[in-house]
Every structure is written in structure tokens, then in C-alpha cells.
């Protein structure tokens, strides 16, 4: 047995609160090696601390057998150790050659970069796919920025690689493809650890997989002897029932959208005569490759997208197309955008306020002169109850401590209250772990059961098929196809990708 | 390689709060203020100031002196306004750098009412102070205007037009205002019912007029609905804005009472102080607003204590110009020292450094 990165009781703590509580974790050569845990199970942690971004407080690292201490990336990096983070270190005007030289210094400038420009199509090559080193890093897709990364890391002579979460930004296609590029990696013995929390990706592309819970090691093993729902257990605790959605009856017309279009700053067309209608007590699901006009479409109904023609029409609000925002608010509209910390919570102010703030807005916690701290802080102690919103110290707590699930809980607690009219949600499990993501399930289906109405966009098609009672397929900024549950899942993905 | 024996065995390591008491932060804060005093004293030293005449001359004289007292609150009034006037702005990051031109075009206001005799005396002083505050805002409210049509940055447009305000008065005090009597470059003085009422020491007009400001601008900033939207468009304006807060009027309300704030700031220096307009009456109270609100952390109770403080280096400092013929600039320079230790103490605030064994 070879193996090149050991980690042995690794403890680490953020503010007093355990992320690590005796990690332990062993790699080795020639493996794809998947860290499998729920979000804030310490998985992201561990590898930071592997890659030397981390001090731990304790435990011991050995790398090939040996034992280490990193003083930061660079001495991981000086043993062999490249890791690519979820969110990439990359200079968005730079060029592709010119990021890697960055990280991997070969000498003097002019010279440095012919060198690095042959030594990217030498790996390129060995991977299996095309990067252009004159292109600047924003032109580039994300899944293009990812290999950049990769290329960078492997360049500065890694033999274990670290991927945190690197199918979180791709599409099944692309994440096929890159796990692919992974094994042959490891084909040629550089050992590869995967971040996830994919089942799917485990099982079909992992020789061994660690499972962490709550900041520890609870299984290492051969994924291909384990069912999913063992897998599932380990990983949550105990095995998750999946969302059962009763048959309810449809209510009057919620929502109607007809011939809408929304054009780019650059005068490309995003969403190009879209036309649906949602019904009370339904989930109208919207699948799709994503940036096929779906993000313009929610920010078309949520009123942060400006449309260009077409018409939006709400039960209670009346025809909002061109409306700003707070009055599709008062009329019953509820949103749970794509990227909470950007577009849902002000990170810094405290849980009260982030929950409290639509309440304020509708007049419930005093008038214009006076704010009722009293009653908002009430009224968020108990929405955190009922939500199970956790990791939550004190009502005063900045909101951009939560973790994402949690911040999640946070948000739906604050649009569900009340009774919408129309809730328009943007893959809300998105990015969460197997629990956050039933609860946010739980809590659309029980939205739906009590009369709301849904629009649940998603790339995630287990989840559209899971909820939706309809389904709009969206493609190049227009819907396709519509099917009824239950839907064929094969039918839907032919829609998805035929109009392409 | 083991580390040689004579080492501490161990490393300092670098790293990230989450969070900090505000105590321990005010600590901080506090800590990095009086490294940047001891720096201070140390110039004044080298400056010629005997070391021990510092202390006991200035800071004790200033405080215990009666009449030095009345001078650092007289002080205090306009530096609190123009403090609070930087913290409205900076809440929504706005970042209005024209405080002066701002103080400018209130006391030209104010005093246009003067010098034209306009109104009936009884409401001259509350109509001066409607001007001033007018004035004020309409000079913000050009810089938030240029910037939301012509996307033209604030930090730019803002200080440009307080040299387009400093010219203007400098044409009417040259030209057209110039006071007959004595043909100096000032305005005619003010008469009696266009000064701000003295009722004995310490309660005259301008405190009255900080005091408010100050009870007003915390009420609005932290009791009232507009506290809570101004707080998000701080945080989140993409947020904020989806939510349904008015982002743009929230901030054109912060950008206008900003101005106003400044306005008044202006015009009670000329009204207290000389009674006149003057040429330089603005001078080092726009930066000091800056500096207030970056100290006080754009809290308007803490803005209106540390204006305190700084109207005592400013009285100080006149002293320090009178016997040792310091500069008047050492004050500023005593409040850039400061500024730079306690931007540097945000440091620790947000890192900390810790020996791992």
C-alpha cells in the first residue's frame, strides 16, 4: 500500500466552534479519492489544511510517510500538493499563460512565458483538452476557468490534486467530462482527491471514498460495494425519505406570462417570446442547461431584470412587467434567488434584520418613525425555531456566518411567511447538502400544498421532476417543450438538449 | 530539517476573525488613537514644543481654563455637523468629499439673506438657516445627479466642486459683497437678529443646533424605518434592491441631508465665529469630517464625541500657533497620523496573530 498523504487526528477550530475534531484521512497513489459529507461537515477544512491554508491546532501530516508542517500553500505546493477551490484564484484580466506563469514562476518574464505557453500544450494535450493560453480569463466559460486552474496546479508540479466541489459550477456534461480527464490523471499516478457531495459522482467515479461527519472520519471504503442508501446514511446520519408530493387540486390563474423578452447590454437576446401560466397549489418547474435565458427569466419576475417587451401578470398585483421590485412585493410576490448572500441577505447586518426587513416593509413592526426591535427580534427567534435554521449564537449575529443551508432556511423562513400569492425560486437546494436540501423540498411542497404558487427554476433535473406538476423546458431563452408529471425524464432531457 | 535548538520551537501564525467583541474592538480602536497621539506629541517635541509643557500647557489647560472650554465647544458645533454630514453620506457609500463646498454654498445662502435684507428680522435667523441648509443640499445633490446620469464618480465630482464654490466666494467677497466700510475682502457684518442667540456659557444656539442635529440624524439612522433600508443598501444594494427598498431614494435622502448637515455646518462658523462671511472660514473642517465619521464608524453619537475631541486639537492647536508659531497645518497632520494608525488597527481587527506551538 502507497500512500502518499496521510492525516492523522487533525483538529481545527474557527471561534471556538470544532470544524475539525480528529480528521482523519489517507490518499493514495494512483486513486481518485472522493471526501464525501454533508455542507459543514469539515470536508473543505481538512483539504485546506492538507493544502497548507490551514494551521491545525493539532494532529499530525505525513506526506510520503514522512512527517510534515506546512507553513502555507507554498510549502504544499513545494510537496507536490495543488488545490483547486471552489471558487477559483485567478486574474480576471490577465491571460490564461500569464495566470499560470503567475503561480509558477519559470525565470524571466519574456522567456517565462514561451516556456509556460509550451508546457500548457504539453498538458493540455495529456489531458485531453483544448485551452488557449492568449485568451484573458474573463472571456473565459467557468468550466474553462476550472481547467485553467487544473493546468496551473499540475504545472507547478502536483501529484496529489484536490478538486473542492468542482462539478458545483458545471453542467452533467462538463462534470462528466472533467471527472473523465480525473481518472486518466490518475491512470498515470498522481493521486486525485474529489470534494462532494454528489452520490453520483462517487459511485461512478471513485476507487475509494472517505465519509466526514460532523468534523470526523466515519467510513473509508470501495464505493462500488456500497448501495446508495448506505452511502446516504453514512453521510447523514440516518437514511432521508424522499420528498412524497399528495396530488392537490389547481386553483384560479396565480401567474401569466406572455411573449416576454429581455435583451442583453450587448444586444444579445435572452429571453425571446416566453409564455407559461402557473396555477394556485402547483409547482410549474422550469429545466434546462442553464444560461438559457433562466437567470433572466427570475430576474424578469422578481422585477430585477428589465424587460423589453411582453407581458407579466400576478393574481393581486395586476400586470408588473415594468414595476419595480416592491410592488410585486406588496402584491404577494415571493423570491428565493440563485445566490442568497448576493441577492437574498445583507451578509453583515444580523439575522433580525435580514429576517425582519419584509415584515418592516409591509408596515408589521411599527410605523415610518419607529422600528419595534422588540417584536422583530421575537419574530425572528421563532422563525429560526420553525425553520431549524442552525448555527445561529444570538439574533445579532451577522447573517454571512450561516452556512449556505442554514442561510437558505433563513431566506425561505422570511419569503414563505405570510401566505404568497407566487413564490418564484432559483435552484434553492442548490450548492446544499442532502438534509437542507429535503427541508427546502418539504418546505416548497408544503407551500404548494397550502394554495401557493411555485415557479421552480432548476438545473437540476432530479429535482424539477421530483416537485414540479409541470414542466417547462427552457432553450435559447425560449420554453420548448411542456410536459405533466409524471414526466418521461429521458423526453425532458431530449427536449433540453435538441433545441440547443 | 529539524529547526535549529536555539529557536522557539513554534511559529506565529496569521489568521482570520470571524468575529470580535465590540468591546475588544473599541479597545483596539482606542489603542491604535493614542499610538497615533504619542506619534503626534513625538513631532510636536521635535517641533520645539518642551515635552513637558505639552501635556500640562495644552491638554490640561484646555480642558480646566473656562474660557478655553467655551472656545473648544464653540469649536465643537460645526465640527459635530460636518461629522454627522459625513456619516449620512458614507452609510451609503457615498463618498462625498465636498463637505467644503458644501459649507461654502450654505453660508453664501445664508448669507445672501443679509446682504439683501430679505424677510422681516423676527424669522431672518430660521430663514439664514433654511437657506444654509437649501444651499447645502443642492450642491450634494449636483454631485449625486452627475453621478447617476453621467455615471460620474462622486470622489471626483465632489471634490472639484468645492473649488468651484471656493471661487464663487472668493468672486463675492472680492467683488460685489466686499465690505464698504472697511474694504476688506469680507462681507458686511451680520447684524444682531442674525446671530444665533447666546443664553450664557454653555448653552448657546450652535450647541443647541449640534445637539439636534445629532438626536436627529441617530433617530433617523438608527430608530426609524430609513435606518433599517439605509443599513441594507450599506450591506447589499443588490439585495436591498430586490427586496424592495427604494436604493435610489435612500440614498439621494442621504446624499441631501449630507449636503444640508455641511450647510449648516458653514454657516454657523461664519455666524458664531465672525459674524461675517470670510474667505477661509471653511478651511480644514471638511477633511475633519471625514476623519469624524471614519472614527466614529459613521455612528452619529459617536461622531458627535469625537468631534469634541478634535475641536480640542483645534483649540489646542490655535494655542500651539500663538506661543511656539506652530503651523495651523500641524493640525491636520496630527489628524492624518491618527487617521493612519487607527486605518491600520482595522488589521487586528479583522486578523489575529497567534503563536502555535
Not at chain 1, 66 to 85: C, D, K, N, S, Y
Not at chain 1, 214 to 224: I, T, Y
Not at chain 2, 291 to 318: D, E, H, K, S, Y
Request: proline share 4%.
Amino acid at each position: 500500500m502507497d500512500s502518499v498523504l496521510e492525516l492523522r487526528a487533525i483538529r481545527k477550530s474557527f471561534a471556538g466552534f470544532a470544524a475539525l475534531d480528529g480528521a482523519d484521512f489517507t490518499l493514495r497513489r494512483g486513486e481518485v479519492h472522493a471526501l464525501l459529507g454533508e455542507n459543514g461537515a469539515g470536508k473543505s477544512s481538512l483539504m485546506n489544511v492538507a493544502a497548507g491554508l490551514y494551521a491545525p491546532d493539532g494532529g499530525r501530516i505525513l506526506i510520503g510517510g514522512r512527517e510534515q508542517r506546512l507553513g502555507g500553500p507554498r510549502e504544499a505546493t513545494a510537496q507536490g500538493i495543488g488545490m483547486v477551490h471552489q471558487h477559483f484564484h485567478l486574474v480576471k484580466p490577465f491571460t490564461v499563460a500569464e495566470n499560470i506563469l503567475l503561480a509558477n514562476p519559470r525565470g524571466r518574464f519574456s522567456r517565462g512565458i514561451e516556456t509556460i505557453e509550451r508546457e500548457i500544450a504539453f498538458c493540455t494535450n495529456m489531458l485531453g483538452f483544448v485551452v488557449d493560453p492568449h485568451r484573458r480569463l474573463d472571456s473565459l466559460s467557468v468550466a474553462e476557468q476550472q481547467r485553467v486552474e487544473i493546468v496551473k496546479v499540475l504545472l507547478g508540479g502536483a501529484t496529489i490534486i484536490i478538486l473542492d466541489e468542482p462539478t458545483a459550477v458545471l453542467t452533467d456534461e462538463e462534470a462528466d467530462g472533467l471527472l473523465t480527464t480525473m481518472r486518466r490523471l490518475a491512470a498515470q499516478g498522481t493521486a486525485v482527491v474529489l470534494v462532494t457531495h454528489k452520490l453520483r459522482e462517487v459511485t461512478r467515479y471513485a476507487d475509494r471514498v472517505t465519509i466526514m461527519r460532523g468534523g470526523r472520519h466515519v467510513a473509508a471504503c470501495d464505493p462500488k460495494t456500497m448501495s446508495t442508501a448506505q452511502l446516504t446514511e453514512l453521510t447523514v446520519g440516518v437514511a432521508l425519505p424522499s420528498p412524497v408530493r399528495e396530488k392537490t387540486a389547481r386553483g384560479e390563474l396565480r401567474l401569466i406570462v406572455a411573449g416576454l423578452r429581455v435583451e442583453h447590454e450587448t444586444g444579445r437576446t435572452a429571453l425571446d417570446g416566453v409564455g407559461f401560466q402557473v396555477r394556485a397549489g402547483e409547482i410549474y418547474g422550469i429545466a434546462g442547461v442553464s444560461g438559457n435565458g433562466q437567470s433572466e427569466l427570475v430576474g424578469a419576475l422578481t422585477g430585477t431584470t428589465a424587460v423589453a417587451a411582453g407581458d407579466i401578470w400576478m393574481s393581486g398585483a395586476g400586470h408588473i412587467a415594468d414595476r419595480p421590485p416592491a410592488i410585486r412585493r406588496s402584491g404577494g410576490l415571493a423570491a428565493i434567488p440563485a445566490d442568497r448572500y448576493a441577492q437574498a441577505l445583507a451578509g453583515g447586518l444580523s439575522i433580525t434584520d435580514n429576517y425582519a426587513v419584509a415584515g418592516v416593509m409591509a408596515g408589521r413592526y411599527g410605523p415610518w418613525g419607529w422600528l419595534d426591535r422588540k417584536a422583530m427580534a421575537k419574530a425572528a427567534a421563532a422563525a429560526v425555531r420553525a425553520f431549524d435554521v442552525q448555527g445561529v449564537r444570538g439574533l445579532k449575529q451577522r447573517a454571512g456566518l450561516l452556512s449556505g443551508g442554514n442561510a437558505q432556511k433563513l431566506v425561505l423562513a422570511r419569503e414563505l411567511a405570510g401566505d404568497p400569492v407566487l413564490i418564484v425560486a432559483h435552484g434553492p437546494s442548490r450548492g446544499l447538502d442532502a438534509r437542507a436540501c429535503a427541508a427546502v423540498h418539504e418546505r416548497l411542497l408544503a407551500a404548494r400544498a397550502r394554495g401557493n404558487a411555485v415557479v421552480l427554476v432548476s438545473d437540476d433535473l432530479d429535482e424539477v421532476i421530483g416537485l414540479a406538476d409541470r414542466i417547462g423546458v427552457m432553450s435559447r431563452g425560449r420554453i420548448v417543450a411542456e410536459f405533466d408529471a409524471p414526466a418521461d425524464r429521458q423526453a425532458i432531457g431530449r427536449a433540453m438538449v435538441d433545441h440547443g | 530539517m529539524a529547526s535549529p535548538s536555539f529557536l522557539p520551537a513554534g511559529r506565529l501564525n496569521l489568521e482570520i476573525r470571524t468575529n470580535l467583541a465590540m468591546g475588544r474592538q473599541m479597545l483596539i480602536l482606542v489603542g491604535a488613537a493614542l499610538i497615533g497621539i504619542l506619534v503626534s506629541a513625538a513631532i510636536l517635541v521635535a517641533a520645539g514644543v518642551p515635552f513637558g509643557e505639552l501635556l500640562s500647557e495644552f491638554v490640561i489647560q484646555t480642558l480646566l481654563d473656562p474660557a478655553s472650554r467655551q472656545a473648544v465647544l464653540a469649536q465643537a458645533g460645526p465640527l459635530v455637523l460636518v461629522g454627522l454630514a459625513g456619516s449620512v453620506a458614507f452609510r451609503t457609500r457615498f463618498w462625498n468629499l465636498g463637505l467644503e463646498g458644501q459649507m461654502i454654498w450654505g453660508s453664501i445662502a445664508a448669507t445672501a439673506l443679509s446682504v439683501f435684507d430679505f424677510g422681516p428680522p423676527g424669522v431672518r435667523l430660521p430663514l439664514m438657516l433654511a437657506a444654509a441648509a437649501t444651499a447645502g443640499l443642492a450642491w450634494s445633490g449636483l454631485a449625486f445627479y452627475l453621478k447617476e446620469r453621467f455615471r460620474v464618480n462622486e470622489i471626483i465630482s465632489t471634490l472639484l466642486l468645492n473649488y468651484v464654490a471656493l471661487y464663487l466666494l472668493l468672486d463675492l467677497l472680492y467683488g460685489a459683497w466686499q465690505d464698504p466700510k472697511d474694504s476688506f475682502p469680507h462681507s458686511p457684518q451680520f447684524r444682531d437678529f442674525e446671530r444665533l442667540p447666546d443664553w450664557g456659557w454653555p448653552i448657546h444656539g450652535e450647541l443647541l443646533l449640534a445637539l439636534l442635529a445629532t438626536v436627529a440624524v441617530f433617530w433617523l439612522l438608527s430608530l426609524s424605518r430609513f435606518g433599517l433600508y439605509i443599513r441594507f443598501v450599506h450591506e447589499n444594494k443588490g439585495a436591498a434592491r430586490a427586496l424592495g427598498v427604494p436604493v435610489r431614494a435612500v440614498m439621494l435622502a442621504s446624499v441631501l441631508l449630507s449636503g444640508a448637515l455641511a450647510g449648516w455646518g458653514g454657516f454657523i462658523i461664519t455666524d458664531v465665529q465672525e459674524g461675517r462671511l470670510t474667505q477661509s472660514f471653511f478651511d480644514g473642517y471638511g477633511f475633519s469630517g471625514i476623519l469624524i465619521a471614519f472614527l466614529a464608524r459613521n455612528n452619529p453619537l459617536a461622531a458627535a464625541m469625537v468631534a469634541v475631541l478634535i475641536a480640542v486639537l483645534f483649540v489646542t492647536g490655535q494655542s500651539l500657533q500663538i506661543f511656539y508659531q506652530i503651523p495651523f497645518s500641524m493640525v491636520q497632520l496630527i489628524e492624518a497620523i491618527i487617521v493612519m494608525t487607527v486605518a491600520a488597527s482595522e488589521f487586528l481587527i479583522r486578523h489575529r496573530l497567534r503563536w502555535v506551538a
